[in-house]
């Protein structure tokens, strides 16, 4: 997979193009729609957003497919960090100043085939035009891809070829496949959509092959076909392409490609593109002799650019594994690597540890012994290790699994030293096939003063418990006026969009936005539901059962009940019944329960939380925590399924694991559950133990 980023990071865009959205992201008020409408006028720029945000380290359970779902998941700082990292390897790299002729004209190709597709799309009642544009943006992706990775024979190729079936020609000769193929592979692995990626593949077929194809499909090639036209003399193939594919006259062909042709100029005009250089452009300048130093200047520069971006990011990580993911998603943004891992020296001196998910218990626990493994060699050396499997020599399994893991046919090992007598804090593994490998071989600089600054985090002293504990304090009465001051405006922007939605009914074309936009603050309520949730105040898990059902039952109402116009009501206990069981269980049981009711309600639903005192069944005591709402009941096959795991009908984002991890955090803990529900509303009753003799001891010790 290294190599699918790497590909994409090193295409070039006009510097025209990048300065405009590097003005976009930069401004005092940068908003998405101008970063994404400056972003869509460069399929570099375009393609550098889908790689990143259809990364390891982005990824959100479902594929981004469009550039404003990338800029929601990546985040304006990640995005402003790409076009600046693409701006300074621009300024100094390799497109500097050779082939600009050829960017120009792949360029406004690429922006005429878009902005005809979207037409096309629109005219034809395609129900999703923007898929249409960024298909018809990416048609030429393969070129760059080759421009930027083997310009010495493939311009020749380019400037050889007298049209499109020409150039396919010479590139299958050359290298078994031709751009659009070259291009497909890369889209097929963001997980773009299967007709936009189809729409790339097949826009290069003759007419004939496409007639019967998906609309999409048909509509980018003929957006394709029209774009290599000239507007003041469009050839008869295209017109009656225009005719076959969709009883387009000629008259209506000529005035829409017209029309586009006024557009793309007027946009290269906004940005200082001269699109009609004379014909001396065609006649490039030889490489300057300097180009090789400029190359690595530019590099050095880029270096030392996202190295200050790790040490800011550093700085606000507060653990370990925090700092190893800044590490790694450094490593992804500049190297195009994708898999890595970060072994940690244990508290001990005499093992290292490596984590793969959340889970608080290492995946890898390897002892200081040498032999042992490349990862202990390298530390107990203090050296960087380059590791191949070549078959012949015995390999530990361990490190065959750390080949595996990290996908790769190389890996790279360095010690996390801080300066040269400071003791290793652990070691930084890269995963990379040989080719890549060899690419970065001078680059093996800036990975180990990654190392170092790594290293240096790992080894910064923690601050003193007492100002830990101030600082606490203060997180939570911050986080406390956070969750009261988001309610408000989340639930009016909920009901604007509820409102706006009605207005403009199911079928608008704004619907998916909606839907979007409505995801997307939900996601910000699940955030804020969270906030709390790790840690509990400075004076400790809370003892009680009515207390912890007041904590949880204060966050889900204002970061979901109050943003969908549900009512939630308490019934506690007088007797404030003391909890006996771990604290974090049972709010994780409450806090699955209430979320399943407030997305299974509609607007003016109630749900009622009740807690009883202490009481026998089955011969043992008990407290009992009561959840009921009026909502339709459990779907049958929730109820059928008896706990285990069922296929969500709530839709993308939803696992249908929630009631699953009820039964077994329930299970867990020894408490009893049991399920009424109809088409009067669902209620859940959880049984908690109650041993009044170890109430203090346990209440203080767990959370």
Known sequence: MATAHTATDTIPSLPQALTSVLDAGQAAEADFEALSRAILRDTGMTTRLLAAANSP????????????????????DTVRSLALTAAIQQLFGRYQPKRTSALRIIWRRALTTAMLGQVLASLTRHPRPEDAYLAGLLVDLGKLMRLATDEARYWPLLEASADARELVSREQETYGQHHAELAVEHLDRWGLDGFVTDAVRFHLEPTAQVRDAHHLVKIVHLASFLGHEPPDAIGDP??????????????????????????????????????????????????????????????????????????????????????????????????????SLVFLTDADGASVSAWLGEEDEPDFTLPLLPGRSLVTDTLLDREMRQHELDGETPTPVVDQQLFRLCGGEVIWAFPLLADANSSPAGVLILGLDRKRAQTLEPRTGFVQALAREIARALCTPQSDPSEQAHTDDTTQERIRETLHEAGNPLSIIQNYLGVLNTKLGDGHEASHELALIKEEIDRVGRILLRLKEPDQ??????????????????????????????????????????LSVPSDHVR???????KNAAEALQSGGVIRLQTRDPESFNGTSVVALVVADDGPGLPPGVRAAHYRPVESDKGEG?????????????????????CDSGREGTQFEIRLPHREAETGALGAGQG
């Not at 994780?588 to 209430?594: A, F, G, V």
């Open 57 to 76: 380290f982005y990824y959100r359970g479902s594929p981004c497919r469009t550039i404003d779902r990338a800029l929601f998941s990546l985040g304006l």
């Open 238 to 339: 295209a017109l009656a392409a225009a005719h076959d594919l969709f009883g387009l006259n000629d008259g209506l062909t000529r005035e829409l490609r017209n029309r586009i042709e006024e557009d793309v100029e007027r946009v290269a005009g906004s940005l200082g593109i001269e699109l009609d250089a004379g014909p001396e452009a065609a006649k490039e300048a030889a490489p300057h002799p300097d180009q090789v130093a400029r190359e690595a200047l530019g590099m050095r520069v880029r270096d030392l650019t996202e190295l200050e971006r790790l040490t800011g990011a550093l700085r606000a990580s507060r653990t370990p594994r925090e700092h190893c993911l800044a590490a790694q998603r450094t490593l992804f943004l500049t190297l195009g690597v994708d898999h």
């Open 537 to 578: 105040a400075a004076d400790g898990p809370p003892s009680t059962l009515n207390r912890l059902v007041q904590d949880v039952a204060d966050i889900v109402d204002r970061s979901l009940c109050r943003t969908r116009g549900i009512r939630l009501e308490l019934d506690l206990a007088p007797g404030d019944p003391p």
């Open 588 to 594: 994780q049981i409450l806090t699955n329960l209430l």
């Open 654 to 674: 939803h696992a249908g694991l929630g009631l699953s991890i009820v039964r077994r955090l329930a299970d867990e803990i020894g408490a009893h559950i049991q």
